[in-house]
Nanobody, 119 residues
């Protein structure tokens, strides 16, 4: 059973920084594409950033230049470094992966971590 566990959320003032971490058992975060998504109150969940097993990254336009997704092999985590945070970044942040082998594809989500940015 794949389990993803997020950590690092909290309350921060606008302009501040936080780093979220996504951990799992085994080598899941090292061998699969890991995505970070967020869901603000009353809004749909949106993709924030992703990193492939090969290290290719992708970001939502709203976070480009402020957020950095990376893989920490020593800690077996995928981290989301968030800088210059804005109140509109307030949301529950989730990490996610889709395991494709063996088929069928299965999607796994963590429980989420709250990020609150005060103005």
């Amino acid at each position: 059973q794949v389990q993803l566990v997020e950590s690092g959320g909290g309350l921060v003032q606008a302009g501040g920084s936080l780093t979220l971490s996504c951990a799992s058992s085994g080598n899941i975060v090292q061998t699969n594409t890991i995505s970070w998504s967020r869901q603000a109150a009353g809004k749909l969940r949106e993709l924030v950033a992703s990193i492939t097993s090969g290290g290719n990254t992708n970001y939502a336009e709203s976070v480009k230049g402020r957020f950095t997704i990376s893989r920490d092999n020593a800690r077996n985590t995928v981290d989301l470094q968030m800088t210059n945070l804005k109140p509109e970044d307030t949301a529950v942040y989730y990490c996610n992966t889709v395991i494709t082998r063996p088929p069928p594809p299965r999607s796994y989500w963590g429980q989420g971590t709250q990020v609150t940015v005060s103005s």
